[in-house]
Each structure stands twice: as C-alpha cells, then as structure tokens.
C-alpha cells in the first residue's frame, strides 16, 4: 500500500494529551451530521437490514446480531452492533486457531483466513456490510459515523501514555486509519494514524475520510 502525504506525518509525529483541542462548532456540526444521517440510512436500507438478517441466520446457526463490549468516549464501554460474521462456535479461541493463527491474532487482533467466518459473514466484512447496525450506535451517540474503530480492554491497553488522547473522541463506523490501510498496516502504524485523526479532525478531513471509505469499500481494500 502506497503511503499518503498525510500517513507519513501521522506516523512521524510523537502524541501526546496537550495535542487535543476543544473544537465545539466542528463537535455540534459533527453530531448533527450523525443524527441526521444515521436515522435517514435505517430506514432508507430497512430492507437491506431484513435481507441481511435472513440470510445470516440461514447461512448458520445463532441470532442475525451479534453485540460486542467497547471501549467509547472517556472509557465508557457500551455493546456495538454488528451482523454476525462468525459461526456459533462456544469453543475456546485456542481450540479454533491454528499455532500461527492464535500468534496473528495476539499480536494484531485479526486473523488472516479466520476459519470462525462463515461464507456470508466473509462477504458481509469485505463489502463492510456487517457494521449497518453500528446506525444505531451512531444515532443513540454512542459513536460517530468518522472515529477511532472501536476497542476492547487489551488492545487498549496497546496505547500506553496516550491511551486518554485516544478516548477524548467517539469510536466510529470508520475513520482514518480505517480508510488509509486497514488490515494493510501494523498494529503500531494504527495506533499512530487513529491519534493523528483526534489531534487533526475538522471537516475537511472528514470528507476525506468518507472519499477514501467509499473507493476502499469499492475495491474490498484491507477488510478481513
């Protein structure tokens, strides 16, 4: 993957607290922007949502959604909503992953070729469908259509001194590093590029954000 002019600064700079500034305008544009459009999208894709849901528990055994504990803002957890991807499976993580697989995924929580997704649910990550329901925790203001992807407790852990620069922000649906890489960069790289968004956000970027969402959705760039 190619690197922007804005990536290489992200991943040069060295963060900290004092970076983030108060933009209130920018805050209560953003929030309308979310509210506006997050109850336009569930009822405009209502239908898509019951095709979805449908297929989902046909493809395998278990509920259409599938909720989550995260990490939001000022550390307040909450369950974000997704279309379950993964089969049903009770049994331990260990039992699952293969020796390299269970490594791949303590160090980057991911996994390439997870065997837990099913068919449909590996369609659903790669067109990104399987976040709509995050609508729904972009309406309640839980999170923002732009932000930092949402977290658990280790991997927030990963953010060190500059885990209070991270959680001044809402989560969102997708955000910088989200839209510049992906599945395509290190953990490291993504620590650095979902900083440099909360130090950096304005409008301008927003809509940058949203372009390269788009064409990355498009092409099925970094999804797994």
Known sequence: MKQTKSMKEALKIEYNI?????????????????????????????????????????????????????????????????????KNDKRPIEEILSKEQLEEYKRDFKVTNDPRITKFGSLLRKTSLDELPQLWNVFIGQMSFIGFRPIIDEEYEKYGNNKDLLIKCKPGITGYWASHGRSLTSYEDRIKMELYYNVKRSVWLDIRIIYHTIIGVVKSEGAK
């Open 18 to 86: 004092s970076m983030y500034k108060r933009k209130p305008i920018y805050a209560f544009i953003k929030r309308f922007f979310d509210m506006f459009f997050s109850f336009l999208f569930m009822i405009l894709f209502l239908w898509l949502y019951i095709i979805i849901a449908l297929i989902v528990v046909i493809d395998s055994k278990g509920p259409a959604l599938y909720g989550h504990e995260r990490i939001g803002k000022n550390g307040k957890k909450f369950k974000v909503w997704k279309f379950r991807t993964m």
